[in-house]
């Protein structure tokens, strides 16, 4: 038996020893820090609802403790993403639930603050349809390409967090008009940057990859009718006297 000749990189490799192509990359795991900190900003909310509506939203320490409880769940909203980007964190469960916790935290924010009558039911109603639409679009056009956060999306997030805080607190006079102040600014900035992502959604559905290759397609398809169209007639011609 003729032993494998060496090389300078080392031995040759053996003809009888399987070939190993490389493992395919692994996801990371869904358990992980970045996903438990989404999954305890949604198990704050109910907490933070029962605080905000205890006892009908009368009593300020409710109310500070419901602030408190809405504060931290920012505060996880604010690093989980930072945590999963930086230690390679990101998981489909993330990108699902990490956008999802926020929603259900604004909407039951906006929706105790309209049960206690200190929040007109039309600005919730405009903030959550906004909302739910963007969610339904981004699935819509996924199939296209993923639109990247702007910072008109990272504003809005912004005025509506503080516009929330600022209601769910126990203030009044002045500050209670630059809470007003504040839900104007964010209803607003909702509706602009719900448009501009409803123009950016259509402009990424014409100019995708998937969208020029389909109209590739549909050339092909018409040049080949054209094309058949055109022998016919030609055929037909050659066959009349």
């Known amino acids: 038996m003729n032993a494998a000749l060496p090389t300078p990189e080392g031995p040759a490799p053996d003809p009888d020893e399987p070939v190993v192509l490389g493992e395919p990359e692994q996801q990371p795991s869904a358990w992980n820090i970045a996903n438990a900190l989404t999954v305890l900003r949604i198990l704050l909310v109910p907490l933070f609802g029962w605080l905000l509506l205890l006892d009908h939203g ?4 409710w109310r500070i403790a419901a602030a408190l409880v809405f504060g931290v769940a920012l505060l996880t909203d ?21 956008p999802l916790a926020d929603k259900v935290l604004v909407g039951m924010a906006l929706v105790g603050l309209s049960l206690l009558d200190e929040l007109p039911w039309w600005v919730t109603i405009v903030i959550l349809a906004r909302e739910l639409g963007i969610t339904v679009l981004r699935f819509f056009v996924i199939r296209h390409g993923v639109i990247p956060a702007s910072r008109g999306g990272k504003l809005k997030t912004g005025v509506q967090a503080v516009a929330i805080a600022l209601y769910v607190l126990p203030l009044s006079g002045a500050w209670h008009d630059v809470a007003v102040v504040a839900m104007a600014l964010a209803v607003i900035v909702t509706v602009v940057t719900g448009v501009d992502y409803v123009a950016r959604a259509l402009t ?13 397609r549909r050339a092909e398809r018409e040049a080949a009718k054209a094309a058949e169209a055109a022998d016919r007639a030609a055929a037909s011609g050659h066959e009349s006297p």
Do not use: E, M, N, Y
């Open 204 to 216: 990424l559905r014409q100019t995708s990859p998937r969208a020029a290759a389909k109209r590739a």
């Open 58 to 61: 009368t009593q300020a320490k």
């Open 78 to 98: 604010r690093i989980d993403g930072d945590i999963a980007r930086r230690r390679g964190l990101v998981t489909d469960f993330g990108k699902v639930s990490d």
